[in-house]
């Protein structure tokens, strides 16, 4: 039964015919993307989390990497994290590829190794929204559940001139109620499919090619002129910008530090070179701070390159700095090791420091 919103907004609008025209043109235009060969739970799984927040473009060699490393779920399940941040490494948003993994592990254990079909068993996975839980039942198990995402929200929003704040939470649940009314009950995998190929290729954020619609007669805000006033989104809080001065810290034997980042919080198990906190710390005593923190003693050198480096909530300004490493012994709670060069490729490091290695 329709909530009183979602009968508001599909009122006088032809859902049956918008999506026949929708799935038509999703099934004559689709790209050819990897992860569309087949209705594999498993690899429209992994392809739908490397596809948060990351262009198509980018993830298609990083998803066949990946598949060709893990090419089942349980190969996934039995890796080290350490291979699977490695087979990551440059996606970014590390988090999601520890949540998959810890997830998978759980299928395994708790669902014999079946990816669930089910909305709550979905759910309880680490990792899976309402977004990807919607993609996973309607790609792969053709169950008409809404995946409503930036994307879709955009597309729905001119269509059906929806004028909420979609940067609020609760709007993308008026979405969702909206989705579950209007998705094809007969091919929901292409409806919703359909949505976020319009939204990639022609309902695009900026300039919609309106003139290519393949619903461009279902759409409102086109023919009230208004397409590119939606969807509504407030601006996001400015980021922070950190300073800090990364070291390419060297031994006698030409050999480099790098450390492991705590288990918790941003970049979470992944290897980097030191970095010290230049909004904490003058860059004259840096030494001194060096020998406190980290127990050994240093000489710097030369700065050898600039790097910025945006997160969605904070930027990192990175002097990359040459030093020598003269006496001490690390902490030990400190995860520290010496390397070589060839030897960095074995470690998983963040984008930032991959741009550093050059310089080794």
Request: with cysteine; proline share 6%; glycine share 6%.
């Given at each position: 039964m329709k909530n009183n919103r979602s009968e508001r907004i599909l009122e006088a609008f032809d859902s049956l015919t918008f999506c026949e025209n929708l799935i038509q043109w999703f099934q004559t235009e689709q790209r050819?993307?990897?992860?569309?060969?087949?209705?594999?739970?498993?690899?429209?799984?992994?392809?739908?989390?490397?596809?948060?927040?990351?262009k198509v473009d980018t993830v298609i060699p990083y998803f066949?990497?990946?598949?060709?490393?893990?090419?089942?779920?349980?190969a996934l399940a039995g890796a080290e994290e350490q291979q699977v941040l490695k087979a990551w490494e440059g996606l970014g948003y590390y988090s999601r590829a520890r949540n998959l993994h810890s997830a998978v592990q759980e299928v395994v254990s708790t669902y014999n190794g079946q990816v669930p079909n089910?909305?709550?068993?979905?759910?309880?996975?680490?990792?899976?929204?309402?977004?990807?839980?919607?993609?996973?039942?309607?790609?792969?198990?053709?169950?008409?559940?809404?995946?409503?995402?930036?994307n879709v929200m955009r597309v729905l929003s001119r269509i059906l001139m929806i004028e909420d704040d979609i940067a609020k939470p609760a709007t993308r649940k008026v979405f969702e109620e909206v989705v579950r009314e209007l998705i094809?009950?007969?091919?929901?995998?292409?409806?919703?499919?359909?949505?976020?190929?319009?939204?990639?290729?022609?309902?695009?954020?900026?300039?919609?090619?309106?003139?290519?619609?393949?619903?461009?007669?279902?759409?409102?805000?086109?023919?009230?002129g208004k397409e590119l006033q939606l969807p509504i989104k407030s601006s996001k809080k400015k980021q922070k910008k950190l300073p800090y001065l990364?070291?390419?810290?060297?031994?006698?034997?030409?050999?480099?530090?790098?450390?492991?980042?705590?288990?918790?919080?941003?970049l979470a198990n992944l290897w980097e070179f030191p970095m010290i906190p230049l909004q904490e710390v003058n860059?004259?005593?840096?030494?001194?701070?060096?020998?406190?923190?980290?127990?050994?003693?240093?000489?710097?050198?030369?700065?050898?390159?600039?790097?910025?480096?945006?997160?969605?909530?904070?930027?990192?300004?990175?002097?990359?700095?040459?030093?020598?490493?003269?006496?001490?012994?690390?902490?030990?709670?400190?995860?520290?090791?010496?390397?070589?060069?060839h030897e960095l490729e074995q470690y998983p490091l963040p984008v930032s420091h991959q741009k550093i290695v050059k310089h080794v």
């Open positions: 050819v993307l990897p992860w569309r060969e087949n209705q594999d739970p498993y690899r429209v799984w992994v392809s739908e989390i490397m596809l948060q927040q990351t066949n990497r990946f598949i060709d490393q893990f090419p089942t779920l349980q089910n909305e709550k068993e979905l759910s309880s996975l680490k990792g899976i929204g309402p977004y990807t839980k919607g993609a996973i039942l309607s790609i792969a198990y053709d169950t008409p559940a809404p995946a409503v995402d930036g094809s009950k007969e091919d929901p995998s292409s409806f919703n499919q359909g949505l976020m190929e319009l939204g990639a290729l022609i309902c695009t954020p900026k300039k919609p090619s309106c003139m290519l619609c393949p619903v461009q007669n279902h759409c409102r805000a086109f023919a009230e990364a070291l390419i810290l060297k031994d006698e034997r030409g050999k480099v530090v790098i450390q492991q980042r705590p288990e918790q919080g941003l860059k004259e005593h840096v030494a001194s701070w060096f020998k406190e923190n980290y127990g050994v003693e240093i000489v710097l050198h030369d700065t050898v390159d600039h790097i910025k480096h945006t997160f969605s909530h904070i930027i990192w300004e990175l002097e990359v700095i040459e030093a020598t490493y003269t006496h001490g012994q690390f902490f030990e709670h400190l995860t520290t090791t010496f390397v070589t060069k």
